[in-house]
């Protein structure tokens, strides 16, 4: 049976009204704490962090993934054919002006070779690449050294007849990868690759920490592998290098 509202007073006085309460509800108090300044300032640095972690992995995933493979090659290059090597002999002969040029007396003997042209020749005549390493001169000879990732050329030039043996080596694709990975004979463009490429995969390596900060359920078991992570790596190096 449904309780009836209580019947009008016949004194003429009006019925009051309870106002509302107040104070609201536990669970919404709950909420309100929970998006104070604080709350609202953690929520943002934890969406900045994932959105970085995020897109600096896609950025750098060709670089994370080259190191990986190139590391692999690096240590065991007999499982891919890392030994390869090919060895190219030519020879020829150099203008004898470009070996004697005339200097002022008392200048330098390298000074009395033309390097350019030396170099432009033999790039041009046998398709020589890499950079220029070393040119040294001395009475009788000239000494040309090119290398790059996975290749070398020397050059050993008589100044007296101008007649030269220029040797090649290429030691294949698999050599080329350890050599980029080392930063051997790779010149400055690709030595700033690997800078940045480093700075990446750092960045990306503590944002990735400093989100599992925010992940509640997991920051401690995380925290615990990252750990025993780090012990292993030190183990290895303390117990197993000689």
């Known amino acids: 049976m449904s309780r009836s509202s209580p019947p009008p007073s016949n004194t003429g006085e009006r019925p009051t009204i ?19 300044p604080g709350r609202t300032l953690g929520i943002r640095v934890a969406a900045f962090f994932r959105w970085l972690h995020i897109y600096l992995s896609m950025f750098g995933l ?18 891919f054919y890392g030994t390869a090597e090919r060895i190219e002999e030519a020879e020829g002969r150099i203008d004898l002006d470009w070996l004697h040029r005339d200097v002022p007396d008392g200048s330098p003997e390298e000074d009395r070779v033309d390097r350019l042209r030396v170099v432009e020749f033999l790039r041009a005549e046998h398709g020589v690449g890499g950079a220029l390493t070393e040119f040294s001169v001395d009475e009788y000879e000239c000494f040309v050294t090119f290398k ?32 980029l990975h080392k930063g051997r004979d790779t010149g400055p ?41 780090g012990a292993v790596v030190v183990g290895v190096v303390l117990m197993g290098v000689p």
Not at 62 to 79: C, E, I, R, Y
Not at 149 to 171: C, F, M
């Open 189 to 229: 463009v690709w030595s700033l690759a690997i800078d940045v490429s480093a700075v990446v995969l750092t960045v990306i390596s503590l944002s990735g920490l400093v989100l599992l900060l925010y992940l509640k359920l997991r920051r401690s078991p995380g925290l615990a592998v990252a750990l025993v992570g």
């Open 62 to 79: 060709a670089s994370v993934l080259f190191f990986s493979v190139t590391g692999l090659t690096l240590n065991h290059p007999d499982w």
């Open 18 to 36: 309870e106002p509302a309460s107040s104070v609201a509800p536990a669970p919404a108090r709950a909420r309100a704490r929970g998006r104070g």
């Open 148 to 179: 790059g990732p996975g290749y070398s050329a020397d050059a050993q030039i008589d100044r007296e007849t101008g007649s030269y043996v220029l040797t090649e080596t290429a030691l294949g694709p698999v050599a080329v990868l350890n050599d």
